[in-house]
């Protein structure tokens, strides 16, 4: 009887030690997976209210760079709109004044003169101060103008200048044989070479100004 008494004693506290090793083992592993488990949720709060605030900052970055560059764009349009104005400007000024004096000149040297005509003297002031008008300003203005047009502007000046001194000299002041030739051949000159060089330049003005035709 005390045999099995002792037997059953060490079976039951061999049974307690079992079970309570098993107790313990499923303590800590419930204890390690609810831990893990809170750490878990903790970083995947934290991670998602990271990812939310690196949204936010993007978004707000985003809409400023979009900002900035619509404030550019803006800037760059305006400038340029202004520019082409300046530029229409300048076209329109310089081309008014070189046809000016072409027309005075075209006016000064003319062959016929009919009854009650401007006298020539007149004519020749007029040419003069059509040109004065041109040169105080296109210089200034060439900047606006492609150098290609800006030589074409300058290189019609020379001739139409270099036309009305021969015109003085030669014909006007001269009153020699030859003058009378050397009168017809500016005047071709003027109705010939001069003009279709400034109708060359009027083409190209009006592609400037964006005409397309």
Avoid: C
Avoid at 64 to 89: D, G, M, P, Y
Avoid at 142 to 147: A, E, H
Avoid at 154 to 168: H, M, P, Y
């Amino acid at each position: 009887m005390i045999v099995n008494f002792i037997v059953q004693i060490i079976t039951s506290a061999a049974v307690s030690v079992s079970l309570s090793g098993l107790l313990l083992w499923l303590t800590k592993s419930w204890l390690s997976e609810h831990l893990k488990n809170a750490i878990k949720h903790e970083y995947d709060q934290k991670l998602e209210t990271h990812k939310a605030q690196l949204k936010a900052q993007s978004d707000v970055e985003l809409e400023k760079l979009r900002s900035q560059l619509n404030i550019t764009v803006t800037e760059h349009e305006v400038r340029f709109s202004r520019l082409h104005e300046k530029r229409a400007e300048v076209i329109a000024e310089t081309y008014s004044l070189l046809k000016e004096l072409y027309m005075r000149l075209g006016d000064y040297v003319k062959i016929f003169e009919i009854a009650g005509d401007t006298p020539k003297e007149q004519r020749r002031d007029a040419a003069a101060t059509a040109h004065k008008s041109l040169r105080e300003y296109y210089p200034k203005k060439l900047i606006f103008l492609p150098k290609s047009t800006a030589n074409k502007v300058q290189d019609i000046d020379v001739q139409l200048v270099r036309t009305f001194n021969e015109f003085v000299f030669d014909v006007e002041m001269n009153k020699n044989s030859g003058y009378a030739q050397k009168w017809i051949e500016i005047f071709e000159r003027v109705n010939g070479e001069i003009k279709e060089a400034l109708e060359e330049l009027e083409d190209e003005l009006r592609t400037l100004l964006g005409d397309e035709s």
